[in-house]
C-alpha cells in the first residue's frame, strides 16, 4: 500500500491504494504539480478515484496544512450552488437570514476541489474566470470586494473539449482550468489494483459490518480479475461490501460478489479456470486500450507496450470484436 505522507492523518481524507505502475506514475506528476500552484483538471471516467487524487494534489503541496475545500457542481441548482461558492449576505434573497462566508472564502490559503465542473451553468463559468484572473468576488447581494488566494483543482467524467465545442462550456475557463490535466485511467487499465483495493474494503467493510473473514477465494479473485469494471473503484467498493454483508461463508466467494451471474465475473464460457479468466481479462484490457486509442493499432501496441504484429495476433486470438473501428473507418 502507497502511503501518502505525514498529513494524511489529517481527518476527512481517504487512504490512497494502490500496487499499480500507472498510478505511482501519476503521483510522481502529483508531487511536481504540488510545488505549483497551477490549476489541474482531473479527467476520468466515474469511480476512478479523482476525489482522492485531488486530496493527494492538496496534501503534497504547501497548502498541505490550510484548508481543502470541496464543491460538487453538479449538486445544486444553480442559485444556491452561487452563494454556495461565493456566499450571500443577508436579504440577498429570501431565504438569506444572515450573512454567510461561501467556498472560496473558506479554501483561503489552501485548496477548492471543484468536482463535475462540466456542469457549472455559463453564468458561473463567467464568475469563476474572474476570481481565476483577478482572485477576487463578492458575495451574492453584496458590494464589497473580497480578495483570496486559492490553488483550483477541477474534475470531470465528461468529455469537456466536446462541451466546449458545443458551446457549453466556455473555451477561455477551460484554458485556464487545464493548465496541468491528469488523466487517471480505469481500474480495467490498472489489474495490480483489484486485488489490492479487494483486500483493502474488505478489511473496512468487516470492521464497519462486525464481521470476519479469512479473504477471498481463488474463484472470487479471479472472477474480479476477468471483470471489466465499468463503475470502476466505485463499483468494486460497493461489490465487496455487498458481499460483506450477505456471506455466510470463512471466504468470500464468487457468487456473493457476483449474485447474479452472467453479467460480472464469470467468464464468458462458464469455464472457471484461470487461463480462461486470464484470456477474458486480456480481452477487456486490450479492448479498453484499443477504445482510449481510437482503435489504431500502432498506437495502442506502443501505449501496451508490445509489437504491432503481436496486438495483431492477439486481437484474433482473444476474439476482439474488431468491426466497430472498421464500421468508423
Ligand atoms: N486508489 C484508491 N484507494 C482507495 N480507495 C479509492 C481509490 N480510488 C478510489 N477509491 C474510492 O472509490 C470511491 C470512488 O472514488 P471517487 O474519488 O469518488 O471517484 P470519482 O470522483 O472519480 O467518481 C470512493 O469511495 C473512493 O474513496
Ligand atoms: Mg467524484
Known sequence: MLSTNDASILQGFHTLVTKSPLIMEKIEIIGQMAKTDSSVLILGESGVGKEIFAEQIHLRSLRRNAPFIRVNCAALPEGLLESELF???????TSA????QGRF?????????????GDLPLTLQAKLLRVIQEKTFEKVGSGTTIAVNVRIVTATNKDIEALVDQGTFRNDLYYRLNVLPLHIPPLRQRPEDIPELAHFFLSKFMQENNKQFQGFTTGALEAMLSYSWPGNIRELENCVERACVISKNKWIQQEALFPKSGKGGEPESGDRNLKTALNVFKANFIRGVLEENNWNQTETAKALGIQRTYLSRLIKELNIDYSKSIIEE
Open 97 to 100: 437570514v444572515s450573512d454567510r
Open 105 to 117: 472564502e473558506l479554501a483561503d490559503e489552501g485548496t477548492i476541489f471543484l468536482d463535475e465542473i
Open 87 to 93: 456566499g450571500h449576505v443577508k436579504g440577498a434573497f
